[in-house]
């Protein structure tokens, strides 16, 4: 299903003609993170359109609405992931079929965007997992708060570490 009613917030996949709007939310994403402490995570302006686009083609995109109105954005991907192949200081929870959720963010109008894509996601798949970067300490108390486990260190495509959680259907809160 690609579309579905969470939290009251419309949640769907992604269409190119969104994608002026899909930006918009990752740049008050990244000043948001620079306002908190976290200025590298996202630097350089990641998401690149081009990986967008490609998660959009891949149909992995998805996108909040409330109101008519986007106010976020994640990715969405059911398997393997290859950054999560090793981990460090810790290990999964279990080695199942899993789905990740990867560049989430928010233009900051709506509260419980995590919780709503959470519960999304775990519709799908209740095995889950998120990772995020030793600055975010905003992002890491609300994967907590919504029942991720902390796991251990993964490195992503460059090279950098990042913390990696997981939350199965056992440890729903």
């Known amino acids: 299903m690609a579309l579905d009613i969470v ?12 994608l002026p709007n899909i930006l918009t939310i990752y740049e008050s994403a990244r000043a948001y993170m620079i306002e908190t402490g976290n200025p590298t995570q996202w630097a350089g302006g990641y998401p690149a359109k081009e990986l967008l686009e490609d998660d959009i083609e891949k149909e992995q995109l998805y996108v909040f609405e409330e109101g008519g109105q986007i106010h976020g954005a994640f ?5 393997d992931d290859p950054t999560y192949q090793v981990i460090e200081n810790g290990t999964w929870l279990n080695d199942d079929e899993y789905g990740t959720i990867h560049r989430i963010a928010s233009d900051g109008k709506c ?13 799908r798949i209740d095995n889950l997992r998120i990772d995020t970067h030793h600055d ?9 708060r919504q029942g991720f486990i902390e796991c251990g260190v ?17 440890d729903k809160k």
Do not use: P
């Not at 975010?136 to 907590?144: C, D, G, R, T, W």
């Not at 490195?155 to 997981?166: C, F």
């Open 7 to 18: 939290g009251g917030r419309l949640v769907r996949r992604a269409k190119s003609v969104d």
């Open 154 to 170: 993964i490195y992503v495509e460059d090279g950098s570490a990042r913390i990696a959680y997981q939350r199965m259907a056992s």
């Open 75 to 79: 990715a969405f991907i059911i398997g």
């Open 136 to 144: 975010n300490k905003v992002m890491q108390e609300a994967v907590k």
């Open 111 to 123: 509260m419980g965007v995590l919780e709503t894509c959470v519960n999304f996601c775990a519709e």
